[in-house]
Every structure is written in structure tokens, then in C-alpha cells.
């Protein structure tokens, strides 16, 4: 595959794994009272809807031109007012895992559809292969990565959503700061030739993997 087909291969994926995860977000919320989404147009499956020019489009395009041993990219967020989500702490659980859940449920697509090579041989559509494994990768990772118990990432949220007292105060007053100690110990360990993040990840993301093509009835990645 040349450069071109091979970038395809990432950002159709990757685009729709951080736009529907945030789409979820705006759904789920919605049915626990929350309509914010749903009147700033954000309750869609569209992509155009949700795409953040650098965090989906730029970001990941640099990482993926200059060979970074990760992509990574984000959509913009689906505004949330936590304090009309009815119950409170349900709500705010189920808001938020919303998006991972939808990542697996993309994988688990993903992998039923690389079933399609006993009708077309994955020689004649190595596009569409390729795509279908990096779209069980990258919603693998994505789910891994934001289930990251720090606010304002959604495994922060869950977290928060069974802490009480002081304990969630406490956590709460974290979020401000909670994004930049993920960027940091994302971007500044790989200059040194560390990458803590990745380390960390590595074992419950193929973890994951290996269970999503297990369900689907498939052996392993195609290289």
C-alpha cells in the first residue's frame, strides 16, 4: 500500500472511533435528562458534527507522518450539565461510559466484518482490511485509554460518580489539572526515550483485543 491508502487506512477509523465515542456521550446523556447535546446539534452520528480540527484531523496526522509508536487524537466534547442528569450519580456513570462502551461495540463490529473475507479475498481489498484491523486497535485503545481513572477523562468520571464527601471533593477539585498530567506523561517521557503511558497500556489493550477477536471468531491481527 503506498503512503496515501495507508493513511486512509488510519483516519477513517480513527475519525469515526473518536466522533461516535463522543456522539454516545451525547445520547446516553440525553436519556438521563440532560437535552445540552441534543440542542447544540451534537446527539448525531455524523462526524462533520464532532471533529476537532487539530485533536482529529491534525494531531493524529502528525503522529502518524512522523512514525510516533502511537496515535492518538481526540473529538470535541459533548457538552454535559451533570447537574440535571436524573439519577445523579447513575446518570453520571452511564454517561460516561457511554463512549468506551461504544469503542467496544465498534470493535466488536469491526471484527465481525473481517468475516467478509470469505466472500472477498483480502488481497483484492487490502484497504478495507487493513481499516477493519486498525479500527479494532484503535477502539481498543481508545476504550483503555479513557477508562484512565483522572478527570476529566471518562474512567475519571466513573470514578467520580461513586465517590462521596470529601473523597469526591477532593477528586473534583483535580479536573483543572487532570488533562495536562495525561499530556505530560503522554508527550514528555517519549523524548527521553520512556514511554510510561504506552508501557502501562500496552498489557489491557491487547488484553482486549485478543478478547474482541476471540468473540468475533478470529485468530489474530492481520499484519
Known sequence: MNWFSDALAWVVPVVLAVTLHEAAHGWMAERYGDNTARLLGR???????????????ILPGLLFFTH???IFGYAKPVPVNFYRLRPPRLGMLMTAAAGPGTNIC???????????????????????????DISVMANCALAVFNMIPI????????????????????????????????????MVPPLFGVNLLQSALAAPVFGLIEKILWLTGNGAVRG
Do not use: C, Q, Y
Request: charged share 20%; no cysteine.
Open 68 to 70: 510516533a509508536p502511537f
Open 106 to 132: 465498534l470493535a466488536l463490529v469491526s471484527g465481525l466484518l473481517m468475516h467478509l473475507d470469505m466472500l472477498v479475498v483480502p488481497e483484492r481489498a487490502p484497504l478495507l482490511f487493513k481499516s477493519l
Open 43 to 57: 446527539v448525531t452520528f455524523n462526524p462533520l458534527r464532532h471533529i476537532d480540527r487539530f485533536g482529529t484531523v
Open 151 to 186: 478527570l476529566p477523562l471518562d474512567g475519571g468520571r466513573v470514578l467520580a460518580s461513586l465517590l462521596t464527601g470529601g473523597a469526591r471533593r477532593l477528586f473534583d477539585r483535580l479536573e483543572r489539572r487532570g488533562i495536562a498530567i495525561v499530556l505530560l506523561v503522554l
